[in-house]
């Protein structure tokens, strides 16, 4: 067979040559449109479940919500490992697939056997998946200092929340945005418990009157003159002046208001945790990509989109910074990698050609090179394959045994 290939070769050389050359071109091309990333994708095919459950503590979290959770997961087929972390107030679980497991398909998975056990967990407790991520998969942190003689943290952390993240959630290829740091806003009614008992309001009036509060309604619609007129009570507000005359109940034909038993006021949520950029109160995002993004790309349309955001900042606040940034390592480590493959290339050439004493052989073995590595990359291509640090070492190692073969 061999004998056969290499007759036929030396036969059909310019056939061989303009093969050759396709394929190097097609390759080339290829190559520069590989995914680019520091290791390949290390981790299995794993579903993350999210359960939160304020007020309980580990122990009945673990009894209530892990550990139903945990049985009901380990029926699901090719499932090879379950683990879990319970908290007060949280569970987070870790549902590992067996390799040749299709993500979506895991995921599908999950979610229909969370839908039938509803029943089987605590009260009011909804179990979510979390997005689809990987080990490597935080590619970015990005800051936003707080001066809070030029604007409050609770501002900055809305601006995060309502304008920065759905906005790095647009861009393909992103998984999750999480922010931590500054204040989230709340309402805060803290009742005035004297004035209640004078007025006879109750506890249950109160947090009825809370439940039912900023909704809008639907009254159905009023048939007239042949035209379908819909009814709607909108009652969806972020005043605070609403909320403060909101009427509890009647009294003497007189309706009571929020404001005269109780302090309305907006106010920051209890902190589990802040953050901070060189000494000074900042709001940080951690930027999360799916496994199958291309982690240099993903960061350039990041960086576009905070530069576009630049100019709408509100008053007052700084630009965001970007406090770590992957995409920096994954090029340093490239460039190095990339270095020592053309040096030894060079190296290579150089003994050849002490050794053969003449050039025709040197450049024929050496040709080896851009060969291998072009139809390399068709083959990362066809198996989904990455350009990262592994790949590229063991292309800079196999050089010699190329020569050799040549």
Known sequence: MFKWLLDNSLTNRLLVIIASVVLMAYGA???SRTPVDVFPD?????????????GMAAEEVEQLITFPLETSMNGLPSVESVRSTSSAGLSFLYVAFDWSTDIF??????????????EGIAEGVVPRMGPISSIMGEIMQIAIPVDPSKISAMAVREYA?????????????????????????QFQV???????AELGITHD?????????SSNTSGGFLELNGREYLIRNLGRTSRLDDLKNLALTSKGGQPILMRQIAEVTFAAALKRGDAGYEGKPAVILGIQKQP???TIALTKSIEEALVGLKASLPAGMEAPRVTFRQASFIEASITTLQGKLIGASIFVAVILFFFLGTLRPTVIALTAIPVS?????????????????MTLGGLAIAIGGLVDDA
């Open 105 to 118: 398909r895991a995921r599908q998975l999950v979610s229909e056997r969370l839908s039938s056990m509803e």
């Open 292 to 294: 199958t993004a291309d």
């Open 190 to 196: 803290q009742p005035n418990t004297t004035r209640m």
């Open 373 to 389: 590595i072009f139809i390399t990359a068709l083959v990362f291509k066809y198996f989904g394959l990455s350009i990262n640090t």
């Open 205 to 213: 009036q109160l947090e009825g009157a809370l439940k039912g509060y």
């Open 161 to 185: 929340d309502w304008v920065l993240r759905p906005r790095l959630l647009s861009v393909p290829g992103v998984a999750q945005v999480i922010p931590i740091g500054g204040e989230v806003r």
């Open 42 to 54: 290390l981790n299995k095919p794993t579903v993350t479940i999210m359960t939160e459950a304020g």
């Open 29 to 31: 091309f290829t190559l």
